[in-house]
């Protein structure tokens, strides 16, 4: 039942609006045999690109097309197989077989005999049209064929008028001042109306117009149409375009006055039987009346989902039937969330102890401790919390800093992830970091405006904690030059994140407890500081070494614009080759074969720095192992301590792969759910990016692992939905959608329509996110998982699907 509901969904989708992408035209004709012999001939018109599949197609291929007549045998019987053309034939890349498919034109000759005197006969036919790119869902359409030298009987009402066809009329507010004005049709039975695209010399078409006094608002374009069926016209010589049962209209205008309350249209027209009448009908649309808010509440969680993913939200229920193990809340992500949170905490306390270990803040600790702990003279206590509170106020300032991103973050879920993957904003990020890794190698110096410095400097004059608060901001200020490159690593690593706004205070407030904790140690146990190493050239050292990690990072920049705008430019070979080449400089570096302008002459090489050398040499070699193929996968092998930082290893000039580890995946969601359908498995849903590290993670860690990979290679259909794809969607899905809190967004890429998706559909925006569903996506089969590094609970996860799957087939 549930096969069937979505089923018309699918069907129902593709008639609501013509913006649906429709490459094909059916028409159908009768020729004469005999008496009683016909053959009923079926055209299909495609457009330029587009293909069509035979009648007979391998198993776990594409839909093939099929006819079915209404053979009842006591009206007619066939005769013979459905002939069809020649075609073409040719090893699809897709589904990895031999498969035959029309373009332009398909022509199917069924021959029949009738054995009573029968005027018309229906017949349906299930097709698949794809282009190079992407397949259209399955769809099913009804034939008519008419029998010549028949007639048909004339429908008159009960008062002897002819009125064939209900109105109903809506409108939706798009912006202040457009609007669509929607006209509905429902047409009685055998009676067509006419398109507004029907051949001219044939029945009158469809005309929408104003008033031409009317000039406060105008009519953009011609009005969109449902779905209609195309015909060839013996009584014109012409192909004719008519809606039967129903037809939806809908004329975008604009208004010229934003205060204008009332429209009026007309519309003429024709609509025909065996007899025809002419249409001539006025409609008024009140733009401040009841009908704006019924259809703008339902307008983008039925319609638009419709068009966009072919089922609805409120369409998409969750199985009955749990697991053993499964759990029934969301704790184990809600956990995972904390664990990712204090991992970020320690990345930023990692990156705030190498900002003390810089010549800008490093010589500052003594020189601090020292003010507080002397200028109090015999209140040692007082010196002491006031150093604490200056730790305190250190700590606050690196927090505040992320407070913007919250603002944002609450404006639009999606808006860090659509900063993380603007291919704009990855290239300033690269130049950015190129330009920190030439300041950390001496050759000038970052720092920020004198007058910041002084303005501040003045605040510490202040009495009590006013003062200590501008010490701590001076301090953030001056020593920008050396933390401002770690803070910015921090910023950009917290954006790619899935946590957003939340990593990147973990990460600030890290970052801000490891620069602050040390001020106020040493003023409560100043002997301390007689351990600190000396300030000297190691210090410089230090600087270098985080120029060329910064030197690297940048280009994992550089590759998330390229992933995102498809350049095909920075793949898996030259980024790896470049990493190469920086670390190799680096280990020359430490083994004192290259310096910089800053560097202190080496009289002798350390034990440190001959044994980073050797560390780094070896991490080169590690590097240069992902050269190696991996013969199951028939890739690079990817390297464990890059996972996120390089481009995927299917992303190659030498072994290129769509999908993780050759699997069989797809890119569309119909698309997707069509072939689930026809070889009758479940559905992965994986929600992705380009940019997204923790995907790269589990793709290239998880997935490869024999348990994982039986999963998704044999029983499931993986469907990849890229959140962060900045190719730009068909104009026709470029429409308005409601946020989920608030507001509304319009859909440009197919980014936004994933991303949207998942937001509308799961109510979450992070990745990965993977969703596991019946084959024709109307089940949800158990609790979605995000980010899942453990091999065994991410293979319960799948079993657990699998079982509730074959239950519900059951």
Not at 427 to 435: A, L
Not at 498 to 506: E, F, I, K, V
């Amino acid at each position: 039942m549930k096969l069937f509901f979505f089923s018309i969904l699918l069907i129902l989708s593709l008639g609501l609006f013509a913006q649906i992408e429709d490459p094909i035209r059916w028409s159908t004709a009768v020729e004469k045999v005999s008496d009683s012999e016909f053959i009923l001939v079926s055209t299909a018109t495609l457009e330029e690109g587009w293909h069509l599949y035979a009648q007979a197609v391998p198993e776990d291929g594409p839909i093939p097309t099929t006819f079915n007549f209404n053979d009842s045998k006591k009206d007619f019987f066939l005769v013979g197989k459905n002939i069809e053309e020649k075609g073409v034939t040719v090893d699809d890349p897709v589904f990895q077989m031999k498969i035959k498919f029309f373009e332009k034109t398909a022509v199917f000759r069924q021959k029949i005999k009738t054995t009573s005197n029968i005027n018309t006969i229906k017949g349906v036919v299930e097709f698949m049209v794809c282009d190079d790119t992407k397949c259209l869902p399955p769809t099913e359409l009804d034939l008519v064929f008419t029998i010549p030298n028949n007639s048909n009987n004339i429908f008159d009402d009960k008062d002897g008028i002819l009125n064939p066809i209900t109105w109903k009329t809506s409108f939706e507010k798009i912006s202040e001042r457009e609007y669509n004005i929607i006209i509905k049709a429902a047409i009685e039975k055998d009676w067509h109306l006419y398109s507004q695209h029907t051949t001219d010399g044939g029945s009158l078409p469809i005309i929408i117009s104003k008033s031409k006094t009317d000039d406060k608002f105008e009519l953009i374009g011609k009005a969109i149409e449902s779905d209609t069926l195309k015909k060839f016209s013996k009584t014109f010589d012409v192909y004719e375009s008519y809606f039967e049962k129903n037809a939806i209209l809908k004329q975008r205008i604009k208004l010229k006055d934003a205060n204008l309350t009332q429209v009026n249209l007309n519309l003429t027209g024709q609509v025909c039987k065996t007899e025809c009448i002419q249409i001539d009908e006025d409609f008024s649309f009140s733009l401040n009346g009841k009908t704006e808010s019924v259809v703008n509440k339902n307008r983008d969680n039925k319609s638009v989902n419709n068009l966009l993913y072919g089922i609805n939200a409120d369409g998409l229920m969750s199985a009955s039937k749990k697991c053993k193990n499964e759990t029934s809340s969301n704790s184990s992500e809600i956990q995972k969330g904390e664990k990712s949170l204090w991992n970020i905490f320690g990345i930023g306390f990692l990156g705030g102890l190498l900002a003390l270990l810089t010549p800008c803040v490093f010589p500052m600790i003594p020189l601090t401790v020292s003010f507080f702990t002397k200028k109090n003279g015999k209140n040692k206590g007082s010196g002491v919390s006031k150093a604490l509170l200056y730790g305190f106020f250190i700590f606050a300032v690196y927090v505040i800093l992320s407070i913007p991103f919250h603002l944002l973050d609450s404006v639009n879920p999606d808006i860090l992830n659509e900063i993380s993957t603007n291919i704009w904003l990855n290239i300033i990020f690269f130049v950015i970091f190129v330009f920190f890794a030439f300041s950390f190698f001496g050759y000038y110096e970052l720092t920020l405006p004198a007058s910041w410095t002084n303005k501040t400097t003045q605040g510490e004059s202040s009495v009590g904690f006013v003062g200590i608060f501008f010490m701590a901001l001076t301090l953030a200020i001056v020593s920008f030059s050396c933390t401002g490159p770690i803070l910015g690593s921090l910023l950009a690593g917290s954006l790619i994140a899935d946590g957003g706004a939340w990593q990147l205070t973990a990460g600030m407030a890290g970052f801000g407890v490891s620069l602050g904790l040390p001020f106020a140690l040493f003023a409560m146990f100043p002997n301390m500081m007689n351990a600190l190493p000396k300030s000297g050239g190691w210090l410089n050292t230090t600087k270098v070494i985080l120029g060329f990690l910064e030197l690297a990072l940048a280009f994992k920049f550089l590759s998330n614009a390229d992933l995102v705008a498809h350049w095909n430019m920075l793949k898996i070979e030259p980024f790896l080759l470049l990493w190469i080449l920086i670390f190799a400089g680096l280990a020359l570096y430490l083994l004192g074969k290259i310096k910089f302008p800053h560097d202190s002459p080496i009289k002798k090489l350390s034990f440190s720095r001959i044994a980073g050398g050797i560390l780094v040499a070896s991490f080169v070699i590690y590097l240069a192992s992902g050269f190696m193929v991996n013969k199951e996968t028939k890739t690079f092998t990817p390297l464990t301590l890059l996972s996120g930082l390089a481009p995927p290893v299917g992303y190659s000039f030498i072994y290129p792969n769509e999908c993780p580890n050759n699997l069989n995946c797809f890119k569309d969601l119909k698309t997707g759910i069509a072939y689930a359908k026809k070889v009758n498995k479940p559905i992965m849903l994986d929600f992705t990016g380009y940019a997204c590290v923790n995907c790269r993670k589990m793709e290239e860690h998880i997935w490869p692992k024999q348990k994982i990979d039986n999963y998704l290679r044999n029983d499931y259909v993986l469907i990849s939905l890229y959140v962060d794809d900045k190719k730009e969607l068909p104009e026709n899905e470029q429409v308005l959608v409601n946020r989920i809190n608030g507001g509304t967004r319009k859909l440009e890429t197919y980014g936004n329509k994933w991303a949207n998706f998942q937001t509308q559909f799961f109510k979450t925006n992070s990745q990965p996110y993977y969703v596991l569903l019946n084959s024709d996506g109307t089940k949800i089969l158990n609790q979605a998982v995000g980010y899942t590094p453990d091999e065994n609970e991410y293979a319960q996860f799948l079993q657990c699907g699998l079982e509730v799957f074959k239950e519900f087939k059951k």
